[in-house]
Nanobody, 120 residues
Framework: QVHLVESGGGLVQAGGSLRLSCAAS????????MGWYRQAPGKQRELVALITSGGSTNYADSVKGRFTISRDNAKNTMYLQMNSLKPEDTAVYYC??????????????WGQGTQVTVSS
């Protein structure tokens, strides 16, 4: 039984900043890749940023230079620092994690999402 919970979303003006958090809880032996996704109205869910257990990162071109993904393995928590926000960043942001629950079993989990709204 594993749960992911996002927090930190809200309303911000263009040019502002927000920091999202994703905390994993439950039976967890280790966490492999973690990522942030977002889904805007009328658009397909897209990958925003990815981070491996070793700290390697990938970003969507639209957020490079503005967003930073990080993780704290001791806390089973992932973060997304979002700077220079634009109205087009408005979306529901979801965290995803590949979690090893037992030595022989792993699975992918989604959080419930947190709303980010950027006003012009």
């Amino acid at each position: 039984q594993v749960h992911l919970v996002e927090s930190g979303g809200g309303l911000v003006q263009a040019g502002g900043s927000l920091r999202l958090s994703c905390a994993a809880s439950g039976r967890i032996l280790s966490i492999n890749n973690m990522g942030w996704y977002r889904q805007a109205p009328g658009k397909q869910r897209e990958l925003v940023a990815l981070i491996t257990s070793g700290g390697s990162t990938n970003y969507a071109d639209s957020v490079k230079g503005r967003f930073t993904i990080s993780r704290d393995n001791a806390k089973n928590t992932m973060y997304l620092q979002m700077n220079s926000l634009k109205p087009e960043d408005t979306a529901v942001y979801y965290c995803n994690a590949h979690i090893v629950q037992y030595y022989s079993h792993s699975n992918y989990y989604w959080g419930q999402g947190t709303q980010v709204t950027v006003s012009s």
